[in-house]
């Protein structure tokens, strides 16, 4: 019986860091004249001072474009050197192409395998540990990994509960071959019990039956066109408060298990980079890992508020572009959120 070949395993880690954020900045004080609302209550409830919004003629690949332009820069490297494109997002609004090709064509990385991963706030962490794992089995020399958003088309600018919430951005890494190991295992999950707490507040299907449902239209426009041009695109929707109680309670035993596969404790870690939902998410996470005073807590959520899948990229660059993050630190990443998905691990940094 022949035997087939298989690539030597190797190590991978996270080679260069890029973002996009758009210009047009939004403070609560703007998002008060759409809801009944104040600046003291958004902050106290989410930490969120502005957010970003891009612009209507700025769409999720433009963004990645960007992002992982500058990834790629950061790394050394260019698109030709790249094998493939993994783009975490929820807010594509096509359900084909991939908007990882198209992103993939705009870099030169053709013929880069390129697809898109949809696990909600999570997609990014997952994306990196699909990018390890091709590295690590030598199925690619490089990958680009990209977590993008324009939550902006799909917030409903009048639901008190969430129009404070979302934002528009990217962020990405280039993943590459290592020496010694740079990703630590990932641990992740699901619960689609609890699917309901986080979705769409219509579906497409809907929106063609009733186009008096969501009217006011779109910024960025149809190209499929719904029933007519005011129909308006699927809002988003929560249910807050049980999603605030599944990732307090739940999600820091997600993060120790991350740091407990890599080997490596609280003492070890030097950044702390978690799904940039809500500041007091963040701060009972903080306090159920016991993180020492050391460890660097990313709270880009103050200045860019919810970005879903393009947050936890976003806040890694934000804590690098500032100093506090040291080159060749450790990072205990995590991501949760629609699905209801969760994924953490541990990088060095670049």
Known sequence: MTTLKSAPIREARILGVGAHRPPRVIDNEEVCTWIDSSDEWIQQRTGIRTRR????????????????????????LTGSDV???????????FQTPAAAAVVAHRLGATPAAAFDVSAGCAGFCHGVALAGDLVRAGTARNVLVVGAEKLSDFTDQHDRSTAFLFADGAGAVVVGASDEPGIGPTVWGSDGGQSELIKSKFSWLELRQDSTVNSGGNPSGNP?????????????????????????????????????????????????????????????MVKQLKLPESVHVARDI?????????????????????????????ALLIGYGAGLSYAAQVVRLP
């Open 224 to 284: 499929d066109a719904l029933a007519t041009e005011a129909a308006r695109w699927p809002f988003l929707e929560q249910q807050g408060q049980s999603v605030f109680r599944w990732a307090v309670w739940q999600m820091a035993p997600v993060a120790q298990a991350a740091m407990d596969a890599a080997g490596v404790t609280a003492e070890d870690i030097d950044v702390f980079v978690a799904h940039q939902a809500n500041a007091r998410i963040i701060d009972a």
């Open 83 to 93: 094998d493939a494109v993994i783009l975490a997002t929820v807010s594509y609004p």
């Open 53 to 76: 919004w891009a612009a209507p003629d700025v769409s999720v690949v433009d963004m990645s474009e960007d992002a992982g332009a500058k990834a790629l820069a950061a790394a050394g």
């Open 302 to 330: 103050v200045d860019m508020g919810n970005t879903s899948a393009a947050s936890v990229p976003l806040a890694m660059e934000r804590a690098m572009a500032d100093g506090d993050a040291p080159s060749g630190g450790l």
